[in-house]
Structure formats: C-alpha cells, structure tokens
C-alpha cells in the first residue's frame, strides 16, 4: 500500500510541475512536525492566489531543512490531493 500511495504521489507532483510557475517569497514560519510552512508569497497564477501570507504543505519534508525563517526564496505550488502545497523550493 504504501508503495502504490507513494506512486501516486510521484505521479501528482510530476504533473503539477509541469502547471506551476515560479514565484517569489519569503519564509516566515517553518512547523517541521506538521510538515508546514508559512510563505508571505507574490500572487501564485496557477492557483489564481493573490499575494499574501499563508500555511503550506511541504511536498517533501527534506524542503523544510534546506530553509531558515527571513529566508527569500522561489517556490512551486499546486494542489496535491486537494491541498495546496510547496512542490518545489530553492533559495
């Protein structure tokens, strides 16, 4: 089972890659136990988000590790199984 979820997920991050533009940010909150991070972020087109600051999934908990709070960074994000979350992130 956990190779088919595992699968999947490979599967929905290689198709959103292909939706999601990059986007500036800047961290300002990392919740490594919750797999969390919060973005005050630029307008994210391919989820039609305005600017703002908010709570992300991380795609990859090793994505929370590579980041320290005030941090600018450019990032990817999409829906994965219906939350949106960070696919991608570089400083």
Request: charged content about 25%; proline content about 4%.
């Amino acid at each position: 089972m956990r190779t088919l979820t595992f699968a999947l997920t490979l599967a929905a991050l290689s198709m959103t890659a292909a939706n999601a533009e990059p986007v500036g940010g800047e961290i300002k909150k990392i919740n490594e136990s919750a797999g969390k991070i919060t973005i005050k972020h630029e307008p994210i087109p391919n989820l039609d988000m305005d600017a703002m600051t908010m709570v992300f999934r991380v795609a990859d908990p090793a994505f929370l590790k590579q980041v320290k709070v005030g941090d600018k960074v450019n990032f990817e994000a999409d829906r994965v199984n219906g939350a949106i979350t960070v696919t991608s992130i570089t400083k």
